[in-house]
Nanobody, 115 residues
Framework: QVQLVESGGGLVQAGGSLRLSCVAS????????VGWYRQAPGKERNFVAE???????FYDASVKGRFTISRDNAKNTVYLQMNSLEPEDTGIFFCKTWHSRTGYWGQGTQVPVYL
């Protein structure tokens, strides 16, 4: 059973920081690509960042320099450190991975950023 559980979201003021966690079970994050996606209210779900099994990382231009994706292999967890948050970052953040050619999503964690 593949399961991803996000946590760490919550109300945060613009300019503040937050760290999101994605705890995986049924798969090992070191063997797979894990990505973070954001769905703003009334918008489609969009790519934010990903980390690959070879540790290469990629970021959407809107978060480059502010967000950092990382993983803790011992905890089988992928993190998204978010700094200098802006109201435009507001949304539900989901993590995603792939297993047996099937994509798996977590339940999402809400990040409202206020002025």
């Amino acid at each position: 059973q593949v399961q991803l559980v996000e946590s760490g979201g919550g109300l945060v003021q613009a300019g503040g920081s937050l760290r999101l966690s994605c705890v995986a079970s049924g798969i090992t994050v070191t063997d797979r690509t894990v990505g973070w996606y954001r769905q703003a209210p009334g918008k489609e779900r969009n790519f934010v960042a990903e980390i690959r099994s070879n540790r290469d990382t990629f970021y959407d231009a809107s978060v480059k320099g502010r967000f950092t994706i990382s993983r803790d292999n011992a905890k089988n967890t992928v993190y998204l450190q978010m700094n200098s948050l802006e109201p435009e970052d507001t949304g539900i953040f989901f993590c995603k991975t792939w297993h047996s050619r099937t994509g798996y999503w977590g339940q999402g964690t809400q990040v409202p950023v206020y002025l």
